[in-house]
T-cell receptor, first 110, second 116 residues
Framework: TQLLEQSPQFLSIQEGENLTVYCNSSSVFSSLQWYRQEPGEGPVLLVTVVTGGEVKKLKRLTFQFGDARKDSSLHITAAQPGDTGLYLCAGAFNDYKLSFGAGTTVTVRA | DTGVSQDPRHKITKRGQNVTFRCDPISEHNRLYWYRQTLGQGPEFLTYFQNEAQLEKSRLLSDRFSAERPKGSFSTLEIQRTEQGDSAMYLC??????????????FGSGTRLTVV
């Protein structure tokens, strides 16, 4: 059983559409990270959020950390085929170990 | 810096054989981690080193698994008497200790193990 539940599991959209991926837990985290992983490669860190209610933007990606630091969302505006990949959220209880969700596979069709 | 390097990228082995994987972290990073990822799942924590000291091992790491980081630089993960259930992607990551907050890791490209 994974501590972090991600939804949806799969998402397929047309280029130019918006999408949101959710990451939920009953646990409180000291920080939460989002990674993107491509087939056959390791995850690549996109962002770390630390403060409850925090919002961070990375070009067309917007990340939000819930007020209670138990959940997070990732919103992509005007998705492009290059956004295709497995999006993983990871929560930290301490300064070294991460607990990952199972991931959301995003496919953006041209 | 070339990032975190893992070798080999792929390994096919027969059940019962021993395998060893190597990880070279980012040189400035004093922390090194091993995770395992199976299809359709996120990475699962296996073990963690700070410098040369192995500070935590997951219960996932049976006595067939051993990891070392002899000089606080590169690390090796050995699996003895491999089983089909060991088939997975083995990911190495590194980071620096930056106080009480975990700001994330840099992962390597992983070693894909297939046990036949």
């Amino acid at each position: 059983t994974q501590l972090l539940e991600q939804s949806p599991q799969f998402l397929s959209i047309q280029e130019g559409e918006n999408l949101t991926v959710y990451c939920n837990s009953s646990s409180v985290f000291s920080s939460l990270q989002w990674y993107r992983q491509e087939p056959g490669e390791g995850p690549v860190l996109l962002v770390t959020v630390v403060t409850g209610g925090e919002v961070k933007k990375l070009k067309r990606l917007t990340f939000q950390f819930g007020d209670a630091r138990k959940d997070s969302s990732l919103h992509i505006t005007a998705a492009q085929p290059g956004d295709t990949g497995l999006y993983l959220c990871a929560g930290a209880f301490n300064d070294y170990k991460l607990s990952f969700g199972a991931g959301t596979t995003v496919t953006v069709r041209a | 810096d070339t990032g975190v390097s893992q070798d080999p990228r792929h390994k096919i082995t027969k059940r019962g054989q021993n395998v060893t994987f190597r990880c070279d972290p980012i040189s400035e990073h004093n922390r090194l981690y091993w995770y395992r990822q199976t299809l359709g799942q996120g990475p699962e924590f296996l073990t963690y080193f700070q410098n040369e000291a192995q500070l935590e091992k997951s219960r996932l790491l049976s006595d067939r698994f051993s990891a070392e980081r002899p000089k606080g630089s590169f690390s090796t993960l050995e699996i003895q008497r491999t089983e089909q259930g060991d088939s997975a992607m083995y990911l190495c990551a590194s980071s620096s200790a930056l106080g009480p907050i975990n700001y994330g890791y840099t992962f390597g490209s992983g070693t894909r193990l297939t046990v036949v």
